[in-house]
């Protein structure tokens, strides 16, 4: 059973749970795309403790060395450590990055819909509306970045506002 939840009137804990990690680089680094908007998000939060992490912790490498989408053993063996980790630190809100990982994670912890729609405006009340059991899925940060790089601001406020919502509900309970 995974802790998710407050329950002990500290600070809001808050994962940012992106796909895999990157070579030679901490989860979500600050100089990577993703990083930077995270940074950005992070820094509107400052009432909010934040863990930020990937679900395959070692960099999923092809033949050829460049970096692949990670497969589904190695997605599984991630959950697996995300899980134990989480039930020792009882996170208030899990923001999920990208379809990929929201989709992995809400269908291993049975919320629905598994494969959230998220919205094409970025905003915070559409966001909200496909948070389920303390996760939020957003957009990948790198899909703003290469594909709606004008929206980045829009981005960055929607999300906070969402987790601002979520955490301090969550912290309630």
Same mark, same amino acid.
């Given at each position: /059973?995974? +802790?998710?939840?407050?329950?002990?009137?500290?600070?809001?804990? @808050?994962?940012? @749970?992106?796909? $895999?990690?990157?070579? /030679?680089?901490?989860?979500? +680094?600050?100089?990577?795309?993703?990083?930077?908007?995270?940074?950005?998000?992070?820094?509107?939060?400052? &009432?909010?403790?934040?863990?930020?992490?990937?679900?395959?912790?070692?960099?999923?490498?092809?033949?050829?060395?460049?970096?692949?989408?990670?497969?589904?053993?190695?997605?599984?063996?991630?959950?697996?450590?995300?899980?134990?980790? /989480?039930?020792?630190?009882?996170?208030?809100?899990? @923001?999920?990055?990208?379809?990929? @990982?929201?989709?992995?994670?809400?269908?291993? /912890?049975?919320?629905?819909? +598994?494969?959230?729609?998220?919205?094409?405006?970025?905003?915070?009340? &559409?966001?909200? &509306?496909?948070?389920?059991?303390?996760?939020?899925?957003?957009?990948?940060? $790198?899909?703003?970045?290469?594909?709606?790089?004008?929206?980045?601001?829009?981005?960055?406020?929607?999300?906070?506002?969402?987790?601002?919502?979520? $955490?301090?509900? +969550?912290?309630?309970?």
């Amino acid at each position: /059973m995974l +802790a998710i939840g407050n329950k002990t009137g500290r600070k809001p804990l @808050v994962y940012f @749970v992106g796909l $895999s990690a990157k070579p /030679m680089c901490e989860h979500l +680094a600050p100089e990577t795309r993703t990083g930077n908007i995270i940074e950005q998000i992070i820094h509107h939060l400052p &009432s909010i403790k934040i863990v930020k992490t990937n679900l395959v912790k070692t960099p999923p490498i092809d033949q050829a060395g460049n970096l692949r989408y990670p497969n589904p053993n190695e997605m599984k063996l991630g959950w697996n450590e995300l899980q134990d980790e /989480m039930n020792q630190r009882f996170p208030d809100l899990l @923001v999920t990055l990208g379809q990929q @990982v929201s989709f992995f994670l809400r269908s291993q /912890m049975g919320v629905q819909p +598994a494969k959230p729609q998220l919205p094409s405006d970025f905003s915070y009340e &559409s966001y909200l &509306s496909q948070s389920q059991s303390n996760i939020l899925s957003v957009h990948h940060p $790198s899909f703003i970045y290469v594909y709606r790089r004008k929206d980045i601001k829009n981005y960055v406020e929607n999300v906070v506002r969402s987790i601002l919502t979520l $955490s301090f509900n +969550a912290t309630r309970c």
